[in-house]
């Protein structure tokens, strides 16, 4: 059974650092890319960042320069670190995976970033 869970979440003042994690099971992580998105309320989710099986392969413009998307395939698991956190970045992230027709979410961690 394919399995992600998001943590790392919490708030954060703004100019702070957050480090998302994506714990992953029930395949084989190393065959596929990750994405990190996020939902704020009432709206659709948005990719933040994406990384192949071997390197970073997009970073939304917002985030530029900011966030860093890194895995561990040896842990089966992916990461978000966010540094100079605004509360524009304030949402539910969540990672994503995309295996053929099935796309496979975690439950999401909270960000918040207060002002």
């Known amino acids: 059974q394919v399995r992600l869970v998001e943590s790392g979440g919490g708030l954060v003042q703004a100019g702070g650092s957050l480090r998302l994690s994506c714990v992953t099971s029930?395949?084989?992580?190393?065959?596929?890319?990750v994405r990190w998105y996020r939902q704020d309320p009432g709206k659709e989710r948005r990719l933040v960042a994406m990384?192949?099986?071997?390197?970073?392969?997009f970073y939304a413009d917002t985030v530029k320069g900011r966030f860093t998307i890194s895995r561990d395939n040896a842990k089966d698991t992916a990461y978000l670190q966010m540094n100079g956190l605004k509360p524009e970045d304030t949402g539910v992230y969540y990672c994503n995976v995309i295996m053929g027709v099935n796309d496979y979410y975690g439950p999401g961690t909270q960000v918040t970033v207060s002002s």
């Open positions: 990384i192949s099986r071997t390197e970073p392969t």
């Open positions: 029930g395949f084989a992580f190393a065959n596929f890319g």
